[in-house]
T-cell receptor, first 112, second 114 residues
Framework: NAGVMQNPRHLVRRRGQEARLRCSPM?????VYWYRQLPEEGLKFMVY????????ESGMPKERFSAEFPKEGPSILRIQQVVRGDSAAYFC??????????FGPGTRLTVL | GESVGLHLPTLSVQEGDNSIINCAYS??????FIWYKQESGKGPQFIID?????DKRQGQRVTVLLNKTVKHLSLQIAATQPGDSAVYFC?????????????FGKGTLLTVNP
Protein backbone atom coordinates (compact mmCIF):
# COMPACT_ATOMS: atom_id res chain seq x y z
CA ASN A 1 0.00 0.00 0.00
CA ALA A 2 1.69 3.16 -1.18
CA GLY A 3 1.96 5.96 1.35
CA VAL A 4 0.95 9.56 0.95
CA MET A 5 2.57 10.98 -2.16
CA GLN A 6 3.47 14.58 -2.77
CA ASN A 7 4.89 16.24 -5.81
CA PRO A 8 6.97 17.96 -6.65
CA ARG A 9 9.40 17.29 -3.83
CA HIS A 10 11.22 20.54 -4.50
CA LEU A 11 9.78 23.61 -6.16
CA VAL A 12 11.52 26.86 -6.94
CA ARG A 13 9.51 29.91 -7.86
CA ARG A 14 10.28 33.58 -8.37
CA ARG A 15 8.34 36.21 -6.50
CA GLY A 16 4.96 36.78 -8.08
CA GLN A 17 4.68 33.35 -9.68
CA GLU A 18 2.19 30.67 -8.73
CA ALA A 19 3.00 27.47 -6.86
CA ARG A 20 0.91 24.32 -7.13
CA LEU A 21 1.54 21.52 -4.68
CA ARG A 22 -0.07 18.12 -5.13
CA CYS A 23 -0.96 15.46 -2.64
CA SER A 24 -2.26 11.99 -3.33
CA PRO A 25 -3.61 10.42 -0.14
CA MET A 26 -3.18 6.82 0.82
CA UNK A 27 -5.58 4.41 -0.83
CA UNK A 28 -8.90 4.43 0.95
CA UNK A 29 -8.25 7.74 2.71
CA UNK A 30 -10.78 10.48 2.04
CA UNK A 31 -9.47 13.05 4.53
CA VAL A 32 -6.55 15.31 3.64
CA TYR A 33 -4.71 17.87 5.74
CA TRP A 34 -2.10 20.44 4.76
CA TYR A 35 0.58 21.77 7.09
CA ARG A 36 3.36 24.30 6.67
CA GLN A 37 6.73 23.99 8.33
CA LEU A 38 9.11 26.91 8.53
CA PRO A 39 12.82 26.19 9.16
CA GLU A 40 13.43 24.91 12.70
CA GLU A 41 9.73 25.19 13.51
CA GLY A 42 6.99 22.70 14.13
CA LEU A 43 4.26 22.04 11.62
CA LYS A 44 1.36 24.49 11.51
CA PHE A 45 -2.08 23.34 10.48
CA MET A 46 -3.43 25.04 7.37
CA VAL A 47 -6.48 23.29 6.00
CA TYR A 48 -8.54 20.11 6.26
CA UNK A 49 -10.45 18.76 3.30
CA UNK A 50 -12.64 15.83 2.45
CA UNK A 51 -13.57 14.93 -1.06
CA UNK A 52 -14.91 18.07 -2.76
CA UNK A 53 -15.32 19.88 0.57
CA UNK A 54 -13.22 22.21 2.67
CA UNK A 55 -13.93 21.34 6.28
CA UNK A 56 -11.62 23.76 8.07
CA GLU A 57 -9.35 26.36 6.52
CA SER A 58 -8.74 28.32 9.69
CA GLY A 59 -4.97 27.94 9.44
CA MET A 60 -4.67 29.10 5.88
CA PRO A 61 -3.93 32.74 4.97
CA LYS A 62 -7.02 34.43 3.59
CA GLU A 63 -5.27 35.80 0.54
CA ARG A 64 -3.26 34.05 -2.16
CA PHE A 65 -3.72 30.56 -0.69
CA SER A 66 -6.37 28.08 -1.75
CA ALA A 67 -6.85 24.33 -1.51
CA GLU A 68 -9.05 21.80 -3.18
CA PHE A 69 -9.63 18.07 -3.11
CA PRO A 70 -11.64 17.17 -6.19
CA LYS A 71 -13.69 14.04 -6.65
CA GLU A 72 -11.04 12.69 -8.94
CA GLY A 73 -7.33 13.36 -8.63
CA PRO A 74 -5.01 14.69 -5.97
CA SER A 75 -5.52 17.47 -3.50
CA ILE A 76 -3.97 20.74 -4.64
CA LEU A 77 -2.57 23.53 -2.50
CA ARG A 78 -2.23 26.63 -4.61
CA ILE A 79 -0.25 29.71 -3.70
CA GLN A 80 -0.66 32.70 -5.96
CA GLN A 81 1.82 35.54 -6.30
CA VAL A 82 4.35 33.89 -4.04
CA VAL A 83 6.54 35.94 -1.74
CA ARG A 84 9.80 35.01 -0.02
CA GLY A 85 7.93 34.39 3.22
CA ASP A 86 6.11 31.51 1.55
CA SER A 87 9.36 29.55 1.43
CA ALA A 88 8.76 26.52 3.62
CA ALA A 89 8.12 22.81 3.59
CA TYR A 90 4.50 21.95 2.93
CA PHE A 91 3.30 18.61 4.23
CA CYS A 92 0.16 16.76 3.37
CA UNK A 93 -1.35 14.09 5.59
CA UNK A 94 -4.27 11.77 5.04
CA UNK A 95 -6.49 9.66 7.22
CA UNK A 96 -9.32 7.22 6.61
CA UNK A 97 -11.79 8.89 8.94
CA UNK A 98 -10.45 11.90 10.79
CA UNK A 99 -8.20 9.91 13.06
CA UNK A 100 -4.51 9.01 12.81
CA UNK A 101 -2.82 11.06 10.14
CA UNK A 102 -0.16 9.67 7.81
CA PHE A 103 2.22 12.24 6.43
CA GLY A 104 3.75 12.56 3.01
CA PRO A 105 7.39 13.46 2.36
CA GLY A 106 6.60 17.13 1.82
CA THR A 107 7.22 19.71 -0.87
CA ARG A 108 10.00 22.17 -0.22
CA LEU A 109 9.11 25.50 -1.76
CA THR A 110 11.82 28.06 -2.33
CA VAL A 111 10.87 31.52 -3.46
CA LEU A 112 13.68 33.50 -5.04
CA GLY B 1 -1.89 31.91 22.87
CA GLU B 2 -1.39 28.51 24.41
CA SER B 3 1.11 26.32 22.67
CA VAL B 4 3.14 23.18 22.85
CA GLY B 5 6.87 23.61 23.29
CA LEU B 6 10.04 21.74 24.07
CA HIS B 7 12.67 22.23 26.77
CA LEU B 8 15.73 21.16 24.79
CA PRO B 9 16.27 21.95 21.15
CA THR B 10 19.13 19.41 20.76
CA LEU B 11 20.12 16.16 22.41
CA SER B 12 23.25 14.15 21.71
CA VAL B 13 23.61 10.61 23.06
CA GLN B 14 25.88 7.63 22.62
CA GLU B 15 24.63 4.58 20.82
CA GLY B 16 23.13 2.17 23.30
CA ASP B 17 22.24 4.81 25.84
CA ASN B 18 18.67 5.73 26.72
CA SER B 19 17.29 9.04 25.44
CA ILE B 20 14.72 11.25 27.07
CA ILE B 21 13.05 13.99 25.07
CA ASN B 22 10.83 16.44 26.92
CA CYS B 23 7.85 18.52 25.97
CA ALA B 24 5.97 21.14 27.97
CA TYR B 25 2.45 22.10 27.07
CA SER B 26 0.36 24.92 28.41
CA UNK B 27 -3.11 24.10 27.12
CA UNK B 28 -4.86 22.38 30.00
CA UNK B 29 -7.68 21.47 27.62
CA UNK B 30 -5.43 19.10 25.68
CA UNK B 31 -6.41 15.49 26.17
CA UNK B 32 -4.46 13.66 23.51
CA PHE B 33 -0.77 13.76 22.71
CA ILE B 34 1.35 12.30 19.97
CA TRP B 35 5.06 11.94 19.39
CA TYR B 36 6.35 12.15 15.85
CA LYS B 37 9.77 11.41 14.41
CA GLN B 38 10.95 13.38 11.41
CA GLU B 39 14.05 12.28 9.58
CA SER B 40 15.88 14.67 7.33
CA GLY B 41 13.95 15.30 4.13
CA LYS B 42 10.95 13.26 5.20
CA GLY B 43 7.54 13.83 6.67
CA PRO B 44 6.68 13.20 10.32
CA GLN B 45 6.21 9.60 11.28
CA PHE B 46 3.89 8.56 14.11
CA ILE B 47 5.74 6.98 17.02
CA ILE B 48 3.35 6.71 19.95
CA ASP B 49 0.38 8.47 21.44
CA UNK B 50 -1.21 8.83 24.83
CA UNK B 51 -4.55 10.06 26.14
CA UNK B 52 -4.87 12.25 29.17
CA UNK B 53 -6.50 9.49 31.21
CA UNK B 54 -3.18 7.66 31.15
CA ASP B 55 0.18 8.40 32.76
CA LYS B 56 2.34 6.03 30.79
CA ARG B 57 2.27 4.08 27.59
CA GLN B 58 4.88 1.76 26.16
CA GLY B 59 5.72 0.77 22.65
CA GLN B 60 8.62 -0.99 21.07
CA ARG B 61 11.71 0.61 22.69
CA VAL B 62 9.72 3.77 23.38
CA THR B 63 7.77 4.95 26.40
CA VAL B 64 5.71 8.09 26.72
CA LEU B 65 5.08 9.60 30.13
CA LEU B 66 2.43 12.21 30.83
CA ASN B 67 2.40 14.39 33.92
CA LYS B 68 -0.77 16.42 33.83
CA THR B 69 0.01 18.19 37.08
CA VAL B 70 2.95 20.03 35.57
CA LYS B 71 1.78 19.72 31.97
CA HIS B 72 4.81 17.75 30.90
CA LEU B 73 5.25 15.01 28.34
CA SER B 74 8.35 12.94 27.72
CA LEU B 75 9.50 10.36 25.22
CA GLN B 76 11.97 7.76 26.35
CA ILE B 77 13.90 5.75 23.80
CA ALA B 78 15.69 2.68 25.10
CA ALA B 79 19.02 1.54 23.67
CA THR B 80 19.19 4.42 21.23
CA GLN B 81 20.44 3.51 17.78
CA PRO B 82 21.92 5.63 14.98
CA GLY B 83 18.67 5.18 13.08
CA ASP B 84 16.91 7.06 15.85
CA SER B 85 18.70 10.26 14.83
CA ALA B 86 15.96 12.67 13.82
CA VAL B 87 13.86 15.59 15.00
CA TYR B 88 11.19 14.59 17.46
CA PHE B 89 7.97 16.58 17.80
CA CYS B 90 5.23 16.39 20.34
CA UNK B 91 1.77 17.34 19.17
CA UNK B 92 -1.53 17.80 20.92
CA UNK B 93 -5.23 17.79 20.28
CA UNK B 94 -7.63 19.79 22.37
CA UNK B 95 -10.52 18.20 24.23
CA UNK B 96 -13.80 19.14 22.66
CA UNK B 97 -12.06 20.80 19.80
CA UNK B 98 -11.45 19.61 16.33
CA UNK B 99 -10.04 16.14 16.62
CA UNK B 100 -8.03 16.52 13.47
CA UNK B 101 -6.19 19.74 14.18
CA UNK B 102 -2.76 19.01 15.57
CA UNK B 103 -0.65 21.62 17.33
CA PHE B 104 3.05 20.83 17.08
CA GLY B 105 5.94 21.89 19.24
CA LYS B 106 9.18 23.14 17.71
CA GLY B 107 11.01 19.84 17.90
CA THR B 108 14.15 18.37 19.45
CA LEU B 109 17.04 17.22 17.31
CA LEU B 110 18.35 13.89 18.56
CA THR B 111 21.84 12.92 17.42
CA VAL B 112 23.10 9.43 18.16
CA ASN B 113 26.86 9.04 18.17
CA PRO B 114 28.23 5.62 17.23
Amino acid sequence: NAGVMQNPRHLVRRRGQEARLRCSPMKGHSHVYWYRQLPEEGLKFMVYLQKENIIDESGMPKERFSAEFPKEGPSILRIQQVVRGDSAAYFCASSPAGNEQFFGPGTRLTVL
Amino acid sequence: GESVGLHLPTLSVQEGDNSIINCAYSNSASDYFIWYKQESGKGPQFIIDIRSNMDKRQGQRVTVLLNKTVKHLSLQIAATQPGDSAVYFCAEKERGGSNYKLTFGKGTLLTVNP
